[in-house]
DNA sequence: GATTATAGCGCG
DNA sequence: AAAGCGCGCTATAATC
């Protein structure tokens, strides 16, 4: 059953309920589901009240996924106006600083000035929820998967559960060792708008090796003037490219690079930003990418480089449990295309490694790169080179790819298993299309449409295998989320875990494929058992009975840069 | 002077 | 091997 939490104009919440339960019954072990506009806009006040919400129904998110689903389309939900539920940004869940845990009661909180900042307020009234829940169920029933689509938006919502509880723990931060990493590479931290040492040292070099003394290392024309200058024949400055060259100035401008992007990007002024009481609390915006997978805002929280992951430091007494899932997205198209050869090759072991020892491929690295050319639509190198024998192995889930390929290419939309479906190409891409078969069209203006629709196919190819890994690994998240809460408590000396996790394992990072749960350290065995587990039951929701699996690598220690590799 | 665009690189 | 998918962020260039 559903119960509505809605603000009133007062700021107090108010309860609606829909199934004839009161909010004080719903508390019972129903396992009501907790309608909300946002996830954003209650959970964060809940979670610094020490409360935990075991389900809920996120309408925003939930909104996007059906207004765009190929399988809702004759709903009135799909066919009405755009309005106020499309209009909603997403509210910042940290957007409100932090008051201190003074034992708040629940619904002890104002969401409504954070919610009128961020769209329209009337649409998170009570009868608007309601109204809309109405909409949302109906589109679901009468979908062509109600099943599959109820999962999906199960999941998302448990997704942004997960989101907000990982905001409100914070990932465990050792400023000190971050320090230390970066006097280590950079030397000491140098005063401000001043470059460190290490870097002024290597910027001097490449001057000299390019007799070019007012050279500034930043400015990309500039430094590409001067390699030119030099007779090198490079189109840019990638680090790629210039690693094909051999001057004496390019070892000490690659390593000027390098050390100039953890300077800025990962430096002293991103920890003074972003790192607080030994924590950093990134925001995650659920559903932020096109193709379901998460994004961030703020920090950089999904490119942490792994130079700098020794600074995630678990708490005196906790450990992190690192999990990573082997080859998520080639187990996944083997789901999705039902294809019981990749399948095979990946049972029990690493899938490309399979791959070599049924001789489809001599190497890893070729099982490797040429699936990811099928999956992201190369045409060159080795990957291409490889992709025949792949054909042959796997027709298919090769097929599979191929024909999201092809309707990409048409302007058509493709879904993926549970329903999420890729967004129409804009009505520029249309002109374009339309102005190549004009009679006066030009070469040009063919080829351009051509390019242009061989990139849209690339798109939709990757969109089903990525958006459904991305199911995938929502489902996973919401298995793990569950199953940590059920292991309950330990007592550690010194607990510094704000609730309503104090004492208990809790996810901290999420990253794609990947994840970090927090724990005492007598519990670290328990968890990393109910990752794996978590992972073999998110493939049988997916995938039901097909024999595909999805190991799991898991690595516990205190530090999230040692952590991986271990299992 | 304030803005938007681009190149490049970090992550999966 | 260096290309194909999806992002966020930074510094600089380009544009208003």
Not at 339 to 357: C, I, N, Q, S, W
Not at 413 to 439: C, F, I, N, Y
Request: aromatic share 6%; hydrophobic share 45%.
């Amino acid at each position: 059953m559903h119960v509505v939490v809605a603000a009133r104009s007062s700021g107090q919440a108010t309860a609606v309920d829909v199934g004839g339960v009161t909010v004080a019954e719903a508390a019972r072990p129903t396992r009501p589901r907790w309608t909300w506009a946002d996830t954003n806009l209650w959970y964060p006040g809940l979670l610094r009240a020490g409360v935990r919400v075991d389900r809920c129904h996120d309408l925003r998110l939930a909104h996007r996924v059906l207004r765009a689903s190929a399988w809702t389309t004759g709903s009135r939900l799909a066919q009405a106006f755009a309005g106020a539920w499309d209009a909603l940004q997403p509210v910042p869940a940290g957007g409100t600083p932090t008051p201190p845990d003074d034992g708040g009661t629940l619904f002890d909180l104002d969401p409504t000035s954070r919610a009128s900042a961020a769209g329209d307020a009337a649409t998170l009234d009570g009868r608007a929820c309601r109204v809309e829940l109405d909409a949302q169920l109906d589109a679901v029933a009468t979908s062509r998967a109600p099943g599959r689509l109820r999962l999906l938006l199960a999941a998302e919502s448990a997704g942004a559960l997960a989101a907000a509880e990982m905001q409100r723990a914070g990932l465990p931060w050792d400023a000190g060792r971050h320090d230390e990493v970066l006097r280590d590479q950079l030397g000491p931290r140098p005063a401000v708008g001043a470059r460190p040492d290490r870097m002024e040292r290597l910027a001097a070099e490449v001057r000299d090796a390019l007799d070019a003394p007012t050279l500034n290392p930043d400015s990309l024309p500039d430094v590409l003037r001067a390699l030119r200058r030099t007779g090198l024949a490079v189109t840019s400055t990638r680090s790629w490219e210039l690693q094909q060259v051999d001057h004496p100035a390019i070892g000490p401008l690659l390593a000027y690079k390098k050390l100039s992007r953890l300077f800025s990007a990962n430096g002293w002024a991103w920890l003074d930003a972003w790192v607080q009481d030994g924590r950093f609390r990134p925001e995650y915006v659920v559903g932020g990418v096109v193709t379901g997978r998460w994004a961030s805002s703020g920090g950089g929280a999904l490119q942490i480089p792994q130079q700098v992951r020794t600074a995630v430091r678990a708490d005196p007494g906790w450990v992190f449990v690192v999990a990573d899932a082997a080859q998520l997205e080639p187990r996944v198209l083997a789901g999705l295309a039902h294809d019981e050869r990749m399948a095979d090759a990946g049972r029990g072991k690493d899938l490309y490694r399979g791959m070599v020892d049924t001789g489809v491929v001599d190497s890893r690295a070729h099982g490797k790169v040429g699936m990811l050319g099928a999956m992201y639509g190369g045409t060159t190198g080795s990957s291409a080179a490889v992709l025949p024998r792949l054909a042959r192995a796997f027709p298919a889930s090769l097929a599979l790819v191929e024909d999201a390929a092809r309707t990409g290419e048409r302007g058509d939309v493709v879904t993926t298993l549970l329903g999420r479906t890729s967004p129409r190409p804009g009505a520029s891409w249309h002109e374009t299309q339309v102005l190549a078969q004009s009679d006066d069209a030009d070469a040009g203006a063919e080829s351009k449409a051509r390019a242009q629709t061989r990139a849209w196919g690339r798109f939709t190819r990757n969109f089903v295998v990525q958006g459904t890994a991305a199911e995938w690994a929502l489902c996973w998240i919401a298995e793990v989320r569950r199953r940590l809460w059920d292991l309950g408590a330990a007592e550690v000396p010194g607990d510094r875990v704000p609730t309503p996790f104090t004492g208990r394992p809790h996810l901290v990072y999420f990253l794609h494929d990947e994840l970090v749960v927090h724990t005492p350290a007598p519990l670290a065995d328990a968890v990393a058992a109910e990752v794996r587990a978590a992972a073999a039951a998110s493939g049988r929701l997916l995938f039901g009975d097909f024999p595909v699996d999805f190991p799991v690598s898991v690595g516990t220690d205190r530090s999230y840069g040692e952590a991986k590799d271990a299992g």
